[in-house]
Each structure stands twice: as structure tokens, then as C-alpha cells.
């Protein structure tokens, strides 16, 4: 599990960011996808976790406290994004859920907006992405 799961620190991108450092699990299945993002959030100044499978993301939330989840909805495995969400909801009602597919519908959307996520269907804009985070206090 050790090589799905990373963690790092870099400096802001984002001069006057409006967001406070928070832990963010960020959940895709696609390699340079999930690197893409990684990055930005981490120039963001976010501390951001990794997993590629809905199963490794559902273990890392119950070691950690995660202020947001950022799932693709398509994963490998028996778990989707919106299991993932669900099991983050259940354990962290009042933390973020964030909900990207490249594969969307009015279920798949109602499914998320049941658990409280955000709903962005592919290519989702950065920066939306980045609003969509808890505001500096």
C-alpha cells in the first residue's frame, strides 16, 4: 500500500490564496490525472494524500482525518467515488466531499448532492476546484 499513498509539501503558487492548509484525500484512478492534481493542490498549500482504488481511499479515511475528499467517480475495484464520499460522510458529515466524473448523469449527480459533495463533470476548471475548498479563517 506504502507506493499509493503519498504525501507532500510545497511552496504557494497562489499568492493571496483565500484557502487555509487543510488534508485532502485525493482519489484517481489515472496516474498522470491524479499527479496533475496533486501538484496543484499542493501549490495551493494543501497537505494532499493519494490513493488510486476506492478500497485504499476508504482505509486511509478511517486512519485520517480528511477536511476534503476529492474522488473521480469511475475507480477500479469493487468501491466508486460515490461509496468513497458515503463512507466519508458517515464517519465526517460536516468535512467537504468533492465528486469529479468524466461519466455524469442526473443519478450520479443526485447521488452526490445527497452526500453534501460537490458535483464536477470532466474537464473540470482548477480553479472551481480550488473555490470548492474551506475558506481561510
Known sequence: MTDNVLTRDT??????SET??????????DALSRRNLAIF??????????ADTGEIAVELIDRITFD?????????GR?????????????????RRILVTAFGSDQV?????NLHAHYFEKPVSLNHLLQTLPPAT
Do not use: I, M, W
Not at 511552496?11 to 493571496?16: Q, V
Not at 487555509?20 to 484512478?29: G, H, I, K, R, S
Not at 468501491?79 to 468535512?95: M, Q, T, W
Open 79 to 95: 468501491l466508486s467515488g460515490v461509496d468513497v464520499l458515503r463512507h466519508h460522510f458517515r464517519l465526517f458529515p460536516e468535512k
Open 41 to 50: 493542490f499542493q501549490q495551493s498549500e494543501q497537505n494532499v494524500y493519494e
Open 68 to 76: 476534503v475528499v476529492v474522488s473521480d467517480f469511475r475507480l477500479p
Open 11 to 16: 511552496e504557494t503558487l497562489f499568492e493571496g
Open 20 to 29: 487555509v492548509a487543510c488534508n485532502l484525500l485525493l482519489v484517481e484512478d
Open 109 to 113: 449527480r443526485l447521488q452526490a448532492e
